[in-house]
Structures are given as structure tokens and as C-alpha cells.
């Protein structure tokens, strides 16, 4: 606790107790801040949860991260954590046209490598520099969809469904997903979607992800308490009033409010944010995504499977683990409409669809979109959005700070994002606490 005469008991309230809200309390609490972390759940990680499931531990949430991220690399070194590499896969099914094709993941491959190619064919032109969205103008490309886009190609069914089915991982909501984050995470991987594709969905951590956030909450020295979602937060000019859900007021020289975006109209925020970011927070981003891990029986050969969204409730599927004779199959489905982790028979119908006679014995999942802190999946910003009212919210707002993998610009919608926003914003915060009476 410090400094009575700007009547604030902390230096710092950090909101969210995720990647990002964990990051900025531990680089202002090691530079020697006051810091107290308020989080809602009674547990930390957000939309990360490694998670007790058919008597092993598996991530219901954000799970693949990768060498190529600089943050998450930086603290998997220095805490010594190594990621976990995944099972070696060869069989890979596709829905194409009402039929599931069949090859090698290099036929795979083959097949999708031009389609993709058009696609994202401007990738590296719209976004030269990834960390500087606002680089070029993008108003034309920030007015697309994905489904537009998909529409422009003119291809036929079958190359339409190879081309959807091979986005379906990340691409759930076509008609309401704007193209340019799809540019921009190619663009981070020099235009080249398979690229992309690997850096951001096959390397976990060995330990889980609850090891690294672990390791960089310990070093924090920020106090914590969780179970205490936040109401308001009150911006007067010479501090910062947060109000908890109970009631309770706890004054601060400014915040770092590290929600998810789809929660933060739940919190009063005086004064507001500039209006493009309001009606973006207003809106929600679309994303209503379901990961759902099946268990198989037996040891089935591994595999990979994609369909189209609206073709099969299960979008992508992929054989992950080995566990106690049977086999833990890791699916996506474009939301707990299409099929719900709590569906067993459902989950085991959509993977028939690729490997008939399939049985899964169990399910789990988290649903995200109806939990009441997050709200939704991952984020994908509608049109509009990823240069326009994004970068508004990466900017200082007077005392208060946002933060999070939502409003990232490399790394938007993951670990990496969450982590580089987090330190940002700390060292916003420092170099504004340094300059005297802030
Ligand atoms: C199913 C799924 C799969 C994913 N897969 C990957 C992946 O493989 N790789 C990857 O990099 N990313 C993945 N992501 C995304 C990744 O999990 C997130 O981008 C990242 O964890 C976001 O971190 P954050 O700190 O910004 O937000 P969060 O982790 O959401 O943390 C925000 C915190 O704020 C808390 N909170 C909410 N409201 C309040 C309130 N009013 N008061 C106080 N606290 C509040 C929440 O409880 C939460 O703990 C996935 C996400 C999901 C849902």
C-alpha cells in the first residue's frame, strides 16, 4: 500500500486474472508497485483452464502457443517449460461436395495450398507490418467478410468446401468475421495460411498452460483476490475508483482492466471509451466457438478432419492423445447449437461422418459463450473493427489501461496478444507513474 497523499491504497488495480491481467501485475509488481488483482472466477487463467477429464488433465481452453511468439517464448525460457510435441498425423479427411476425400496431409495440402493462395492473396500488402495495423489503408479490405470474401473467389462447391473446411478451426461465423484479421494472422506468417495454421495450433505446453501462468503470477508480488468481479471503475483525474460487484471501493493510481471484450459492457467504465470502441463493446465479437474433447475407444489411427461450417456440427477434429488404451480426440464446432460438449451421441455422430463405426465413450468441454466471464471464444473482430476501434482501446484512457488477447494486434485472439498487451500497458502505467503526480 502506498502514497497517502493522492488518497489511493494501491498503485495498480489489474481486472482479470488471465494472460494478460497476470503479465502487467507481474511487471509492475517486480518494478516495484503496489498491485491488487481482481478477478471474478475462483480461479485464474480466463479462457485458459487446464482441467481435471477422464481422469487425466486436459486444456478446455486456450491451449497452442509456439517459438515463433515472442512473449510466450521469452517467459517458456526463462521459466524452463518446453512445449509438448504433438502426435505424429498422416491421415487426413476432408468434406468436400458430400463427400469425405481422404490422403496424406500432403494431399491435403496440395488441395488446399491455391485455394488459400488466392485467398489471401493480399495478406502481406494489407498488413506490411503486423505489429501496425494502421500501416496502410485498409478501409476497402475492413468492409469484407470472410463470407464475402469466399464469395469474390468464385470457386466451385468442392474447392469452396475445401477452402472453408481447411479455415474451419478458426472460422466459425463467416458472414459476420471480417477478412482482415484472417490477412493479418497470414500476414504474421509472411502471407502464408499453413504456416499460420501450425504456429498457432499444434504445440502445447508440457505441464499445461496453468504452468507458465503459474510461473509469471508467482513472481508478481501483487496481492490477489478472486471470486470479486468488478462493476465500475471511475476515472477522476488524480486516481481511479473501482467498485466491486459487492459493493466495496477500492481507490488506485490508475487500472489495468484486462477483460474479455464480450464482458466489458458489463462494467461501468466513467469516463466512457471513445464511441467507435463503445459500439464495438456493444456488439460483441462473433465468435461462439465449442472445443470439445471426445474420448474414442481404442487406440484409433491418428487423423485429421475438416468440414465446412453448416456441413457437419463437428468443423475440425484431430487425434491428440493416447490415454489408458483409448484415444482423446480434440474437436471444434461452430457452437454449442451445432453440438454441445455435453452431447456425446451428437459428437459421436459428426465424427462418424469421417471415420464410420467411431466410438466415443466420453465428452468435456467448457461452454464458453454462456459463461457469464467471457462470453464468448476466442476473438475475431467483425468489419471494421481490427483497425478502427482495436487500436482506440490499445491507447491510454486517462488512468485506465485496457489489456487483453481481444485488443492485441500480433497475437490478436491468443495467449501471445493477451501477453503482449499485458506488458504494454505496464509499461504505459510505469512510465506514467514515473513522471511525478499521475
Ligand atoms: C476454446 C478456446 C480455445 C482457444 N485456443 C487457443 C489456442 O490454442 N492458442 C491461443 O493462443 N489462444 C487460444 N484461445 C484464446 C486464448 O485463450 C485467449 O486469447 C487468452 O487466454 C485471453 O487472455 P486474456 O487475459 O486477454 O483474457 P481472459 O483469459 O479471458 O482473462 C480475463 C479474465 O477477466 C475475468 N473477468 C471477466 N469479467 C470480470 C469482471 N467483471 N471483474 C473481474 N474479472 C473479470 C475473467 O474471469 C478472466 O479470468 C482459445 C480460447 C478459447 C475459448
Redesign the pocket.
Known amino acids: 500500500m502506498t502514497n497517502s497523499s493522492h488518497d489511493t491504497s494501491y498503485d495498480v488495480v489489474v481486472?482479470?486474472?488471465?494472460?494478460?491481467?497476470?503479465?502487467a501485475a507481474r511487471d509492475l509488481g517486480t518494478s516495484g508497485h503496489s498491485v491488487l488483482i481482481?478477478?471474478?472466477?475462483d480461479?485464474?487463467?480466463?479462457?485458459?483452464h487446464l482441467a481435471e477429464a477422464f481422469g487425466r488433465q486436459v486444456?478446455?481452453?486456450?491451449?497452442?502457443?509456439h517459438w515463433t511468439?515472442p512473449n510466450?517464448w521469452h517467459e517458456l525460457r526463462r521459466h524452463d517449460i518446453p512445449l509438448a510435441a504433438p502426435l505424429d498425423i498422416d491421415t487426413v479427411y476432408w468434406l468436400a461436395d458430400g463427400t469425405v476425400h481422404s490422403g496424406s496431409r500432403l494431399d491435403h495440402s496440395n488441395a488446399v495450398a491455391p485455394l488459400a493462395a488466392r485467398f489471401f492473396a493480399d495478406a502481406r500488402a494489407c498488413f506490411p507490418m503486423p505489429y501496425d495495423v494502421t500501416a496502410v489503408d485498409n478501409r476497402a479490405i475492413e468492409k469484407e467478410t470472410i463470407a464475402s470474401r469466399l464469395d469474390s473467389l468464385n470457386l466451385s462447391v468442392h474447392d469452396r468446401d475445401v477452402l472453408e473446411g481447411a479455415l474451419a478451426t478458426l472460422v466459425h461465423s463467416p458472414d459476420d468475421q471480417g477478412v482482415a484479421q484472417l490477412l493479418l494472422w497470414a500476414a504474421t506468417t509472411f502471407g502464408d495460411w499453413g504456416a499460420f495454421l501450425e504456429t498457432?495450433?499444434f504445440w502445447?505446453i508440457e505441464g499445461g498452460?496453468k504452468r507458465l501462468l503459474d510461473a509469471v503470477l508467482g513472481e508478481s508480488r501483487a496481492e490477489i483476490r478472486l471470486s470479486?468481479?468488478?462493476?465500475a471503475i471511475d476515472d477522476d483525474g488524480s486516481g481511479v475508483l473501482v467498485t466491486?460487484?459487492a459493493g466495496e471501493r477500492i481507490r488506485a493510481r490508475s487500472a489495468v482492466v484486462?477483460?474479455?471484450l464480450n464482458?466489458?459492457g458489463?462494467?461501468r467504465i466513467t469516463p466512457d471509451v471513445a464511441r467507435p470502441a463503445r459500439a464495438m463493446i456493444d456488439r460483441k465479437h462473433p465468435?461462439r466457438?465449442?472445443?470439445i474433447w471426445a474420448r474414442v475407444r481404442g487406440e484409433v489411427e491418428p487423423f485429421c478432419a475438416f468440414a465446412p461450417v453448416g456441413k457437419n456440427p463437428v468443423n475440425t477434429a484431430r487425434v491428440e492423445y493416447r490415454h489408458d488404451g483409448d484415444t482423446l480426440v480434440v474437436c471444434?464446432a461452430s457452437g454449442p447449437s451445432a453440438v454441445g460438449a455435453g452431447d456425446r451421441e451428437g459428437v459421436q455422430d459428426a465424427l462418424r461422418t469421417f471415420v464410420p463405426g467411431i466410438e466415443v465413450r466420453e465428452t468435456a468441454?467448457?461452454d464458453?459463450v454462456s459463461?457469464?466471464?467471457?462470453q464468448?471464444?476466442?476473438?475475431h473482430h467483425r468489419p471494421g473493427n481490427l483497425s478502427g476501434a482495436v487500436p482506440l482501446l490499445r491507447e491510454p484512457h486517462g488512468r485506465v489501461h485496457f489489456?487483453?488477447?481481444?485488443?492485441?494486434s500480433v497475437?490478436?485472439?491468443?495467449?501471445?496478444?493477451?501477453?503482449e498487451?499485458?506488458a504494454a500497458a505496464a509499461r504505459n502505467i510505469a512510465a506514467a507513474l514515473a513522471d511525478g503526480p499521475y
Not at 376 to 379: D, E, F, K, P, V
Not at 411 to 419: D, F, K, Q
Open positions: 481486472i482479470g486474472a488471465g494472460f494478460a491481467g497476470v503479465t481482481l478477478e471474478a472466477r480461479r485464474v487463467g480466463g479462457r485458459t486444456e478446455l481452453g486456450g491451449t497452442y502457443v511468439q510466450v498457432a495450433g502445447p498452460t470479486t468481479p468488478v462493476s466491486t460487484g484486462a477483460l474479455p464482458t466489458l458489463d462494467v465468435v466457438s465449442a472445443k471444434f468441454g467448457h464458453w459463461d457469464q466471464f467471457s464468448g471464444a476466442w476473438a489489456a487483453g488477447g481481444d485488443i492485441a497475437g490478436v485472439g491468443g495467449i501471445e496478444g493477451a501477453m498487451t499485458g
